[in-house]
């Protein structure tokens, strides 16, 4: 599986790509106009000049009229929803950035205490000693459990390679209904990891949820045993 | 007293198991889903650990498999995910799941909780 920041860039380059289209068609159509002058004014000056323009007018609308059909075909697969989604993908990379640097911040200072007391251990009383040694012994705990942080960063960063994969392909449909013959590659389809699109890092808002399960479980508890 | 850890997280895994093993409990096993857990149980284990988000059998589906044999159906389970909506809360309990966990947790909430289990005070079901 590609890495997430690696299909976000690919969306925003293919994005970009097609913002800088529209631009082109912007200026391309100043150019048709004046040639469209230009052919007019040849056209009509022949004999029949006005049949010819006709028939050219006719296939230049039906030409348009296919065009913009792929552009209400492509516009109607491109919804608010997409937005929402990359809006939703930068709101988990900040996340995972965030978590990551708390938990590294937090690993580091329980080695800076648990290297500050082992070094104390040397001066400590017989007396201090087996209270030192259970600190210590709780900061050497505590640093596996910040590790924590990785399941649940690797849960928001397989939301977001979902995201980014549906993103893709999306943007493959409208590439095909301008190019049928376009080779597009198509997404590569693997094992779905299993993942909560809610996951979050916070400790603060794991201790407001645990306090709502202990609610509920409080209650089943006491259904139980009534 | 034999502890069934679950969970497709490696890490995870790891932070469950040496946490029980601080608490006094080192008689462990470990499975990576659901399916795997269910290969894993037999009479012995006598804790069951489990996440919520996995491959293959999610941990709701596990704890319902478990409650369905004849031997799980006083086996403990706790949770232990980051699921924390409501209704995912009471699907729990639903399944057979008698406490819950969230993700990030603290050794100390998993102590807590344990004990709870294991002295007849915290199971719903």
Not at chain 1, 165 to 186: H, S
Request: no cysteine.
């Amino acid at each position: 599986m590609r890495a997430p920041e690696e299909l976000l860039y690919d969306s925003e380059a293919s994005l970009r790509l097609v913002d800088h289209v529209i631009e082109e068609l912007g200026a391309a159509g100043a150019q048709m106009d004046r040639d469209a002058r230009t052919f007019l004014d040849k056209v009509m000056a022949q004999q029949g000049g006005f049949a010819e323009l006709s028939r050219t007018l006719l296939r230049a609308y039906a030409e348009t009229s296919g065009i913009v059909q792929r552009i209400r075909e492509s516009t109607g697969m491109i919804d608010n929803g997409d937005t929402d989604r990359l809006q939703q993908m930068h709101g988990r990379l900040h996340e995972v950035s965030s978590a990551t640097e708390i938990a590294t911040t937090d690993i580091l200072n329980a080695v800076a205490r648990a290297t500050d007391l082992a070094e104390r251990l040397n001066q400590a009383t017989d007396a201090e000693r087996p209270q030192m040694i259970a600190s210590l012994k709780e900061e050497l705990g505590g640093l596996t459990n910040h590790l924590q942080f990785q399941d649940i960063t690797a849960q928001q960063l397989n939301n977001i390679a979902s995201l980014l994969a549906d993103m893709r392909l999306r943007i493959a449909q409208i590439i095909a209904i301008f190019n049928p013959t376009a080779i597009v590659a198509t997404p590569v389809q693997t094992a779905a990891p299993a993942f909560d699109p809610n996951a979050s890092s916070l400790r603060s808002a794991a201790s407001d949820r645990q306090a709502v399960a202990d609610a509920i479980f409080d209650v089943g508890g006491q259904r139980k045993t009534a | 007293m034999k502890f069934l850890v679950v969970d497709d997280s490696l890490t995870m895994r790891r932070i469950i198991i040496n946490a029980l093993q601080r608490i006094g409990y080192a008689d462990t096993v470990e499975a990576s889903d659901g399916q795997d857990a269910l290969a894993k149980f037999d009479p012995a284990v006598g804790f069951i650990i489990t996440d919520w988000n996995m491959p293959n059998m999610s941990g709701l589906e596990f704890a319902r498999a478990v409650r369905a044999t004849p031997e799980g159906g006083s086996v403990p389970i706790l949770m232990v995910t980051t699921r924390g909506a409501r209704e995912d809360i009471i699907a729990a309990v639903e399944a057979g799941v008698n406490n819950y966990v969230l993700k990030p947790f603290t050794p100390s909430v998993l102590k807590e909780k344990i004990d709870r289990l294991l002295s007849g005070t915290g199971a719903a079901a």
